[in-house]
């Protein structure tokens, strides 16, 4: 962590945001991506992850819900027949959504949430696959069809442009001037 | 009787598509026999009818002797549902599946008058193989027409023939079930003669435009089928389950929609080879792979893998051999095109910036979409299985690399569909495209109005999503009228294809539009409501007015009036029900649905309740789902496209010709009258 910044961050955390949330959308948008990638590759951005997680969330009553909504949709009705929580009606599923707004109300973030669940209830709980070494080719093996298959494309296009304007050799000139006067 | 005629049919069946990939079999050899698979091919069309036939009849009839009559069926159902119920269960299904099959046989007898004879007795050959994997297992170990003396399980222990049966699921105490499974089978089934063809060709290690040409109309008529059964089914998974949702990336979903995705890559590269000589192996590997997942489909729903609204009940020997038929066939096939593939003569070669490029790349990310949710489906299970580990995989997964794949996919739909074969100019087609695009945008930021998104990231979504339905839609009249100019005479000249084609890519557009919509700015509320309470979704309230009892013949039924308001004015009347099947002893909710042009109040009583002070309740689910008309209106005007595609007098190569047959001309397969 740079040493300037630590003590204006231990002061007034929400200060060190102040600059962010003016204009605000534009500061919850960056607070999100922010989120969202320590939420899928938590490993090498670890510093700004932390980070995150001490800042307490931009308190909004409307925005919680949000979250809340947003949260139900990814977790599983551990008794139900593959419904998330957000959909079925079982009384189990209504305690799950009682337990995750009151998780958002006292201030806990959305992976931590994910991972107290999982704890409790194993990966089955979770719709959304942890982004994990087990779980690599499920996450990884589609973008990587499309990014092979465009690169095999653009190779193959490239390719058969560079022979077309394949320049002939002196020799292969002259051995081309002979056939053709031999065609003639 | 009707029972054991019926056996007698399926055996029969069994026997002459034994029969029928025999005679193939033995001309491969030695020329002279294979001919008479044409006549085989017709006769077990008529032996698998009979079967069913009696099957039917057995319901009709409630003749409670016959094993899965008892099972699911009861005196006191409809007429309607004593029918569909002889596909409601596993066994009866597996029948449908047959006759489904075998019917397909005899049309590629009955309307293969253009072939060649090799490839035509040859694709019989394996469509008799398929027929006696299928009728097989069904006749052995999934036998609808067993009499309960004759039940290998002896699990019902019965002197004599019951007089009641035990009642159908009363989920499928529907119409639906009247049209999606069948058009589901018409859809899954109708690869296997594609799949046949495949192998056929790989056979003989001929392939040629003229095949790609031979294969469309097939192709064309079970993507049509699976569109709309899909679509049905979603229909009825949506106003009979009454959870609000229409597609929940159920894994028996999955099971339909991933030899949807096959189907349509083939669809187009189906093209490309006709147009282009190129992409064979290719395309014949896609034909083996819509019919491979089509039994993929049969197995896991039937295997017992899976907890499921679809999955049957079923013990896993079932599920053993449906595996070994499904590795065996699809083995096979899989196995002839690696060793025949390599002689396929590469077709010509394509500029980068051209119709076929484009479609290639419609291909490459068909392929990596259809991936992503082969994964999605069978990671789970195989987790399970090797690590012993559960996990889920669902929606958030699909939204996260499914979609944006698919974005991908519709967003290059208008561009290519402009681009010439050949060689195209890019620039050129952007910039006649430049002010469709413009239009899609406004329409796109015009449609934020209807949703003030939870998130920045919901809301850029929702807004990418909606350009992608609009960008299709407009972009397909913007071709339209550069066809025709605007002129009505030369719209009328266009061929049916084209029609076809801007019909199917319209609706999909349409469908984009409605799912995105729909998930986005979809509104609901749950709660527990006796006479007199209200409950607001959105801006509308739903008032508890009064209760009301119906009886019909399978059920009694406990009703809700509400009504719907919108500030204080009125909008609907419903009269969603609760009902109690006494037959099978259980208890289904029926939705109110109140319907307008594009969206739907959805409302839903359930699980009835005393509350403390002794009124009675129910739990009620109260749904405003904006556009979801679109969803379903979407794939039928796809499906649609693809029936006017078929009608065009180019691909009917099917229609038998008047001129005598050349049998020396094998040149001439596949040639098209025009």
Redesign the interface.
């Given at each position: 962590m740079v040493r300037g910044l630590e003590p204006r961050m231990n002061a007034d955390k929400r200060e060190y945001f102040g600059l962010l949330r003016r204009p605000r959308?534009v500061g919850?948008?960056m607070l999100?991506a922010l989120r969202?990638m320590c939420v899928y590759s938590r490993s090498f951005v670890v510093p700004i992850c932390l980070l995150l997680a001490t800042t307490p969330a931009l308190a909004d009553p409307?925005?919680d819900?949000?979250?809340a909504?947003?949260l139900f949709?990814?977790v599983?009705c551990i008794q139900c027949?593959?419904?998330?929580i957000a959909?079925?009606?079982a009384p189990i599923a209504a305690d799950m959504r009682r337990l995750i707004r009151e998780d958002i109300a006292a201030g806990k973030d959305d992976v931590r949430i994910r991972e107290e669940l999982r704890a409790r209830y194993?990966?089955?709980?979770?719709?959304?696959?942890r982004f994990a070494a087990?779980?690599l080719?499920?996450?990884v093996?589609?973008?990587l069809?499309?990014l092979l298959?465009?690169g095999l494309?653009f190779w193959l296009?490239?390719k058969?442009?560079t022979s077309r304007t394949y320049e002939l050799s002196p020799e292969e000139t002259e051995k081309l001037r002979e056939i053709m006067k031999a065609d003639d | 009787m009707t029972a054991e005629i019926g056996n007698f049919c399926l055996v029969l069946a069994f026997m002459l598509s034994i029969a029928q990939a025999a005679v193939v079999a033995t001309g491969l050899r030695r020329p002279g026999l294979e001919r008479y698979s044409e006549g085989l091919s017709l006769a077990a069309a008529v032996a698998i009818i009979g079967a069913f036939a009696m099957l039917v009849t057995a319901f009709v009839r409630s003749d409670f002797s016959v094993v899965n009559v008892y099972q699911h069926s009861h005196t006191d159902k409809p007429l309607l549902y004593k029918i569909t119920g002889a596909w409601g269960s596993h066994e009866g299904s597996m029948l449908l599946w047959c006759l489904i099959l075998l019917v397909y046989g005899a049309m590629i007898t009955l309307r293969g008058g253009g072939l060649s004879a090799g490839l035509k007795h040859k694709a019989l050959g394996v469509q008799g193989l398929l027929g006696a994997a299928f009728t097989g297992f069904t006749l052995f170990s999934s036998n609808p027409l067993w009499r309960l003396a004759e039940d290998p399980n002896r699990v019902w222990m019965l002197e004599a023939a019951p007089l009641q049966g035990l009642s159908l699921n009363p989920a499928l105490q529907d119409p639906g079930l009247a049209f999606h499974p069948p058009m589901l089978y018409l859809g899954y089934v109708g690869f296997s003669v594609v799949f046949s063809f495949a192998v056929a060709a790989l056979i003989e290690g001929r392939l040629d435009r003229a095949w790609a040409r031979w294969i469309r109309p097939w192709v064309l008529v079970a993507w049509s089928f699976l569109t709309a059964g899909i679509t049905v089914g979603a229909f009825w998974a949506y106003y009979e389950l009454g959870w609000g949702g229409w597609w929940a990336w159920d894994p028996v979903e999955n099971a339909s929609f991933m030899p949807w995705l096959a189907a349509t890559a083939l669809l187009h590269s189906a093209i490309v080879m006709e147009k282009r000589d190129a992409l064979k192996a290719w395309t014949v590997f896609l034909g083996l792979l819509a019919f491979t997942f089509s039994m993929l489909g049969a197995f896991l729903v039937r295997s017992g893998l899976l907890t499921s609204v679809h999955a049957f009940a079923v013990d896993p020997q079932r599920g053993i051999l449906l595996l070994a038929i499904l590795l065996v066939t699809a083995g096979a096939g899989f196995a002839l095109f690696a060793v025949r593939a390599p002689d396929l003569k590469p077709g010509g070669l394509f500029a980068p910036v051209s119709r076929e490029t484009a479609l290639v790349l419609n291909n490459l990310l068909l392929s990596a979409a259809l991936c992503s949710v082969f994964l999605g489906t069978l990671y789970p299970i195989l987790m399970q299985a090797v690590f012993n580990k559960t996990m889920s995989v669902g929606e958030p997964y699909y939204l996260a690399v499914f979609a944006p794949i698919m974005i991908v996919a519709l967003l290059l739909i208008p561009i290519s569909t402009l681009m010439a074969w050949r060689r195209a100019d890019l620039k050129g087609v952007l910039q006649r495209l430049g002010l469709t695009f413009g239009f899609a945008a406004l329409a796109a930021a015009v449609g934020l109005v209807l949703y003030r998104g939870a998130s920045w990231w919901s809301q850029a979504q929702y807004l990418i999503g909606l350009l992608a339905g609009f960008w299709l839609i407009f972009g397909s009249f913007k071709f339209l009228w550069d066809r025709t100019e605007g002129k009505l005479k030369r719209a009328t000249g266009l061929p049916l294809s084209t029609w076809g084609m801007l019909l199917a890519h319209i609706g999909l557009g349409v469908f984009v539009l409605g799912a995105v919509v729909e998930t986005h700015a979809k509104q609901g509320a749950t709660q527990v409501m006796a006479v007199g309470d209200t409950l607001k979704t959105g801006r509308y309230n739903l008032t508890f007015d009064d209760t009301f009892a119906a009886t019909a013949s399978n059920y009694d039924a406990q009703g809700g009036v509400f009504s719907v308001r919108d500030d204080n004015k009125r909008v609907c009347e419903a009269r969603p029900q609760w009902r109690y099947y006494g037959a099978s002893g259980s208890s289904q909710s029926e939705v109110w649905l109140c319907f307008t042009p594009l969206s739907d109040l959805y409302i839903v009583m359930a699980q009835p309740q005393t509350l403390p002070d002794g009124r009675a309740a129910w739990h009620v689910r109260f749904f405003y789902n904006p556009w979801v008309r679109l969803i379903f209106l979407g794939p039928l005007l796809m499906a649609l496209g693809g029936l006017v595609s078929l009608a065009d007098r180019r691909l009917r190569l099917g229609v038998p010709t008047k001129a005598k047959p050349r049998p020396s001309e094998d040149t001439s397969a596949g040639k098209v009258e025009t």
């Open positions: 959308a919850s948008a999100a969202s409307a925005q819900e949000a979250r909504e947003a949709r990814e599983r027949q593959s419904e998330s959909d079925s009606t194993t990966d089955y709980v979770l719709f959304r696959p087990s779980n080719l499920l996450w093996l589609p973008p069809i499309v298959g465009a494309l296009g490239k058969q442009k | -």
